[in-house]
């Protein structure tokens, strides 16, 4: 560890303020009204402490004294337990286990999507197509029940808030039933204090706020 990680005394966030992973991170610690001190980073200049502490040089980079965590993932799952309340993940396995499912499919299926948008070339007019394909599918499950798929908010909104925000940014509209629908849950969670702390400048940008 690095003589300035080592002097850290509360937790700190390496964010990248552009990053989709980056938010998703910051918006879980603004739910639990967390106090870390964040810095923000750029993912092509980083700073010594990450790429130290930090095999794969990334951001999200979260140091909690002896503690490194660089999986976005991860460390979402690290907050909700070492700072319980309000809980993000259901108390039954079953339950539990759903979430972090739904969770992996938007990880699996939507991120990687979003991250060719973003990289351009041939790759992101399918990249685009797909995605709206498959928001415009699940539409339906957005307004299902009060929270995605839950009665409660929970990390699977975490995940999915981001990506929402960023949609007029990656060029995609959705049209008839399906836009109400993921607007009308979209509309829930950008409302929330936790969701407005969490944007960064750069964020805020994104939709001309």
Not at 23 to 36: G, P
Not at 53 to 65: I, K, Q, S
Not at 133 to 156: R, W
Request: with cysteine; net charge negative.
């Amino acid at each position: 560890m690095t003589a300035a990680a080592a002097r850290r005394a509360v937790m700190t966030l390496f964010s990248d303020p552009s990053s989709l992973q980056s938010q998703r991170v910051r918006l879980v610690l603004a739910e639990k009204n967390v106090t870390c001190d964040i810095v923000d980073v750029d993912p092509l200049d980083l700073p010594e402490d990450v790429i130290d502490l930090n095999p794969y040089g990334t951001a999200p980079t979260l140091v909690d004294r002896d503690l490194t965590l660089y999986d976005a993932r991860i460390v979402c799952e690290y907050i909700n337990e070492r700072f319980p309340h309000p809980p993000l993940l259901p108390v039954d396995p079953v339950s539990r286990a759903n979430t972090r499912q739904y969770m992996f499919r938007v990880e699996h299926d939507w991120y990687p999507l979003v991250d060719a948008i973003l990289a351009g070339g041939k790759g992101a007019t399918k990249a685009r197509k797909e995605l709206k394909e498959g928001l415009t599918a699940t539409a339906p499950v957005f307004v299902a029940n009060p929270f995605f798929m839950s009665d409660e908010y929970s990390l699977v909104d975490a995940t999915l808030a981001p990506l929402l925000w960023r949609l007029p940014m990656l060029g995609i509209e959705l049209t008839g039933a399906a836009n109400k629908q993921v607007n009308t849950y979209a509309a829930q969670m950008f409302t929330r204090q936790g969701f407005i702390r969490s944007l960064s400048e750069a964020e805020r940008e994104m939709r001309g706020n």
